[in-house]
């Protein structure tokens, strides 16, 4: 199981009213009206603590004529607690949350309404800011000078600049006024 998966699961068990939800729901299929009136909650506090426990994959959903009928899902509650807890990789995992979340701040403090607002000094972070470029460009496609200065400016005004850092870390290569990504054989 992946660990988001599992976190998900975990995060969906810790609060009393699901608990009681899924307790009901494990005595017996019922539905959402059924389910509020016996554990005493409103309808769509029901409702919604079932679309959580969906989600997280705890309980199911079956049309019965007019109703949906809710049922526990055999499948997740058959697991041990050592399989939801047990992860081949979950170093790589933090190490991937935490460089998410780096590079989301990165993206706050220097982009605005999908513009940047200047080019950060530090190179990680203008990495950061290139690869937002990069994502202009298709990776099998060769673009004139024009081309990639009108991408550019869609983000950035100084289409100079930020053409030149594309070329000098490496990322764009060029050619005769002909630019690419390097990953792409000319």
């Not at 049922?71 to 041990?80: M, P």
């Not at 399989?83 to 933090?94: M, R």
């Not at 780096?102 to 200047?118: A, C, E, G, S």
């Amino acid at each position: 199981m992946e660990i988001s998966k599992s976190i998900e699961i975990m995060k969906s068990l810790a609060d009393t009213s699901r608990l009681q939800v899924l307790n009901a729901v494990l005595q017996k299929p019922q539905y959402v009206e059924e389910l509020a009136h016996r554990i005493n909650l409103a309808v769509s506090t029901v409702s919604f603590h079932l679309k959580k426990l969906e989600k997280a994959g705890l309980v199911c959903k079956k049309k019965d004529q007019y109703y949906i009928i809710y049922q526990v899902n055999d499948e997740i509650f058959n697991l041990t607690l050592r399989e939801l807890t047990s992860f081949d990789n979950i170093e790589k995992f933090v190490q991937d949350e935490r460089v998410e979340k780096y590079r989301q701040k990165v993206l706050k403090n220097f982009m605005q309404n999908k513009r940047l607002t200047k080019l950060p000094v530090q190179r990680k972070k203008k990495l950061i800011i290139l690869d937002e470029f990069v994502k202009k460009f298709s990776s099998n496609k060769t673009y004139t000078e024009n081309e990639v200065d009108s991408l550019i400016n869609e983000t950035y005004g100084d289409h100079c600049t930020i053409r030149r850092l594309l070329i000098e870390e490496g990322i764009m290569q060029r050619e005769n006024q002909i630019y690419w990504l390097k990953e792409m054989e000319k």
